[in-house]
Every structure is written in structure tokens, then in C-alpha cells.
């Protein structure tokens, strides 16, 4: 039981690149969601799904892709990245959108230069 | 949307003090209140959570309080020990969305 996994620990990306960051768990969670976290602002939500199919915007979706194809998958991509999309970005899950997110991924570290 | 407030934002305690946290919501509708604790470099983990048709609620050293009529709610942590140093963040769930408080930086001081 690997809870949430989440992939790349770490990235360096240029200006106008995208890419994926991958978020997995193996609990049969409903919840999944994805949050940014920066200096003095707590954690944003940016994306949200309460199933498979089904995907939502949160707090700041804005530069940000999301899809839900599987219960166990909720990639997160950046399609051109920008320095203000410089964060640490987190995966969670929740067995429920009733439930708060108990289950957080480790983190990715994004560096946009 | 949903606004968290969250006070102080960073709190020194001796050890076996109390330190106290407080929140405060925007949004009467939000029903679920929950609390992470978050070490340097970690994952956020989640310490306690209370819903709305509760008032207070105890785990052993920690305890939250909520008042829906002010919209304001607090975390309580009780003999305070160095491994409670950590950032603390308060959040409120509305539909399907949790909204986070900035955070407090508690240390605690042997």
C-alpha cells in the first residue's frame, strides 16, 4: 500500500515548456486534488476531481491542465510554464469529497526559470 | 469564494505551555474544518478535523473548538513538546473545495 505517489520530487523547467506531473494512489479514493503552496500563502487548490471523469477548477486553475481517466491516476499539466508557476506542488487524496484530504502526495518542487 | 484567515502567524511557547491558533471563515456555508501540521520539507499531515454540528473536540494533547456563529474556530495544543515545532494550517471545506489559512510557525522552546 503506497498511498499517494507523486513524480518528479524535483524540476528545472524553461519558460514556454510543459510538462506532467504525475500523482497516483492505490486506496480506491473518489477525491483527488492538486494544490500549489508558496511562501506566506498556505496551500491553493488548483484542480480537483470527485471521479473518474469528472474534474473541476479550483482556486487557481489558470496555466493548468487536468485529467481523470482512472479512479487511481490525476495527472497534473503545465502547458507553458511560466516563473510565476515557481512553486511546490501537491497531489491528495480522499476516500470521499465529503472528507478532508488525509492523504498527501511528497511534493514537487517546481523551478521555472 | 471561501476566505481563511488564520492568527497569529508565527507563535514561540515554552515547553509544556499551551499555544493556541486561531481561524476564521468567510463562508457560513463551509462544514468541515480540518488541521495539518507540516514539518520542514514534509508533506502536509492531517493532526484533527471537526465538523459543523460539533462544537469541540479532544486527541489526546490537541483540541479544536468551533464557533459557527462567529465563524471562527482554534486549535488548542497542550504541553507543548519540541516536536510540536511545526507550520500549522487551518482550512474550511464549502461544496468540494478546502481553503487554506496562511499558516502558523510555532516553535517551541526548550
Known amino acids: 500500500n503506497a498511498g499517494v505517489t507523486q513524480t518528479p520530487k524535483f524540476q528545472v523547467l524553461k519558460t514556454g515548456q510543459s510538462m506532467t506531473l504525475q500523482c497516483a494512489q492505490d486506496m480506491n479514493h473518489e477525491y483527488m486534488s492538486w494544490y500549489r503552496q508558496d511562501p506566506g500563502m498556505g496551500l491553493r487548490l488548483i484542480h480537483y476531481?470527485?471521479?473518474?471523469?469528472?474534474?473541476d477548477q479550483g482556486e487557481v486553475p489558470n496555466g493548468y491542465n487536468v485529467s481523470r481517466s482512472t479512479t487511481e491516476d490525476f495527472p497534473l499539466r503545465l502547458l507553458s510554464a511560466a516563473p510565476s508557476q515557481t512553486s511546490v506542488y501537491f497531489c491528495?487524496?480522499?476516500?470521499?469529497?465529503?472528507?478532508?484530504?488525509?492523504?498527501f502526495g511528497q511534493g514537487t518542487r517546481l523551478t521555472v526559470v | 469564494g471561501e476566505n481563511v484567515e488564520q492568527h497569529p502567524s508565527t507563535l514561540s511557547v515554552q515547553e509544556g505551555d499551551s499555544a493556541v491558533i486561531k481561524c476564521t471563515y468567510s463562508d457560513s456555508a463551509s462544514n468541515y474544518f480540518p488541521w495539518y501540521k507540516q514539518e520542514l520539507g514534509k508533506r502536509p499531515q492531517l493532526i484533527i478535523d471537526i465538523r459543523s454540528n460539533v462544537g469541540e473536540k479532544k486527541d489526546q494533547r490537541i483540541a479544536v473548538t468551533l464557533n459557527k456563529t462567529a465563524k471562527h474556530f482554534s486549535l488548542h495544543i497542550t504541553e507543548t513538546q519540541p516536536e510540536d515545532s511545526a507550520v500549522y494550517f487551518c482550512?474550511?471545506?464549502?461544496?468540494?473545495?478546502?481553503?487554506f489559512g496562511a499558516g502558523t510557525t510555532v516553535t517551541v522552546r526548550a
Open positions: 482550512a474550511a471545506r464549502n461544496d468540494y473545495k478546502l481553503s
Open positions: 476531481s470527485v471521479g473518474a471523469g469528472i474534474t
Open positions: 491528495a487524496s480522499s476516500y470521499s469529497w465529503g472528507a478532508p484530504e488525509a492523504f
